[in-house]
């Protein structure tokens, strides 16, 4: 791949910062105008906003704050809406990876509008604690609810707790010892004896 050459160059300069025209980076990326910092900085990664015209960026807006990157509005919000981050396709990132995501609102809405099968999902993963605290916390589904866990599972209540279903029913924990009961155990059947067992070795495993 040849290298990118501009001759048209050209740029207004202070000792503090410029503006550059036609830019060629050392990725050999473009920058129709690019906005620099460039003394006096005590920074590692450079302090700019640029606007790339060639390669897989084209067309993007690259902003660079080696310190903190700020936006304030919402001083006279339209209908309402005080700031719009809009995506036409593709993901939006939030990456944080020595720190915290923090999203402070009188109020808060999460929405997923898919096709309602493999599209319209909301994930949350964690792997130390997924911490829920309010007032009243309300969970409705319209077709399945459910709950598992690999060792426990507490429902503690100072109160009334009522359960309401069309059939209720209990199985007992299975014991899924091959020797002590090969035929399974309690209400459970062979097969349930044996996806415990199955799922006892996984959890060793």
């Known amino acids: ?53 060639n390669g897989k960026l ?7 704050a080696p310190a903190t990157y700020q936006v304030f509005c919402g001083e006279k919000p ?23 995501i923090r999203i402070l609102a009188r109020d808060i809405d999460l929405y997923a509008s898919g096709n309602g099968t493999d599209t319209g999902w909301i994930n949350l993963n964690s792997n130390a604690t997924i911490d829920i605290n309010g007032a009243t916390v309300q969970t409705q589904a319209s077709d399945a609810i459910s709950l598992g866990s690999e060792r426990d599972l507490n429902l503690n209540v100072p109160g009334q707790y009522k359960i309401s279903c069309g059939n ?16 399974g ?21």
């Open 1 to 53: 791949m040849s290298e990118t050459n501009n001759y048209s160059f050209n740029k207004v300069a202070t000792t503090e910062g410029e503006v550059r025209f036609g830019d060629v980076m050392k990725n050999d990326t473009k920058m129709a105008v690019m906005i620099r910092r460039i003394f006096p900085s005590q920074f590692t990664h450079s302090q700019y906003i640029g606007m790339p015209m």
């Open 58 to 64: 084209d067309g993007s807006i690259i902003n660079s």
């Open 78 to 100: 339209v209908d309402g809406v005080a700031g719009v981050f809009h995506a036409e396709n593709g993901d939006l990132i939030l990456n944080a990876p020595n720190g915290r």
């Open 185 to 205: 155990s309690g209400s459970n059947t062979v097969n349930q004896t044996l996806d415990g067992l199955i799922k006892l070795i996984k959890s060793i495993a």
């Open 168 to 183: 209720f029913k209990v199985v007992e924990g299975a014991d899924v010892s091959p020797v002590t009961s090969p035929l």
